[in-house]
T-cell receptor, first 115, second 114 residues
């Protein structure tokens, strides 16, 4: 079974600064996918970024980028130029290849962006 | 563009009552699933389906039933509600055609069992 750990229950950052959210996972699989989801107060689950384990290049989406370290089983999310709208819960998630829709989620990190 | 629709948004039940959480998607997705979200535990998979007529258990299936009679609908039934089932419930769907396509989530149902 897979496990996903987010060791930072809460974090805060000043507007326009950079923040990094940590995620580690445990698996015996060699092919898999990793995701970061954002959940604002509206409760909606929004996909922020995803990474295929077979790709060495780190994924980027505008101000969001990841540091994927496969050997260390680490998948951190960096948010650059933080904005007030980035305030949300962030969840790291793992999915085996061909696992349908079975994701394993971490416990989440609550991020507060301060003006 | 409805996507994944969950009803109701909020529900309060008394211990022992039964109810059905509704989930419908209009994207012709083969895969559908139910998750529950509890503080500090992220989302945990309750049941999932890979197509009409096929369902299977996830990580926390006890106390819940599902069925998938059509591609569009995937209702979650609580047979005899317990306070431990107080949670936020999310339905999600995904296309089978692209194996790394993202999950589409509904907006959740907040259930309180007293």
């Amino acid at each position: 079974a897979q496990t996903v750990t987010q060791s930072q229950p809460e974090m805060s950052v000043q507007e326009a600064e950079t923040v990094t959210l940590s995620c580690t996972y445990d698996t015996s699989e060699s092919n898999y996918y990793l995701f970061w989801y954002k959940q604002p107060p509206s409760r909606q689950m929004i996909l922020v970024i995803r990474q295929e384990a077979y790709k060495q290049q780190n994924a980027t989406e505008n101000r969001f980028s990841v540091n994927f370290q496969k050997a260390a089983k680490s998948f951190s999310l960096k948010i650059s130029d933080s904005q007030l709208g980035d305030t949300a819960m962030y969840f790291c998630a793992f999915m085996k290849t061909n696992a349908g829709n079975m994701l394993t989620f971490g416990g989440g990190t609550r991020l507060m962006v301060k003006p | 563009n409805a996507g994944v629709t969950q009803t109701p948004k909020f529900q309060v039940l008394k211990t022992g009552q039964s109810m059905t959480l509704q989930c419908a998607q209009d994207m012709n997705h083969e895969y559908m699933s139910w998750y529950r979200q509890d503080p500090g535990m992220g989302l945990r998979l309750i049941h999932y389906s890979v197509g009409a007529g096929i369902t299977d258990q996830g990580e926390v299936p006890n106390g819940y039933n599902v069925s998938r009679s059509t591609t569009e609908d995937f209702p979650l039934r609580l047979l005899s509600a317990a306070p431990s089932q107080t949670s936020v419930y999310f339905c999600a769907s995904r296309s089978q055609g692209f194996y790394n396509s993202p999950l589409h989530f509904g907006n959740g149902t907040r259930l309180t069992v007293t």
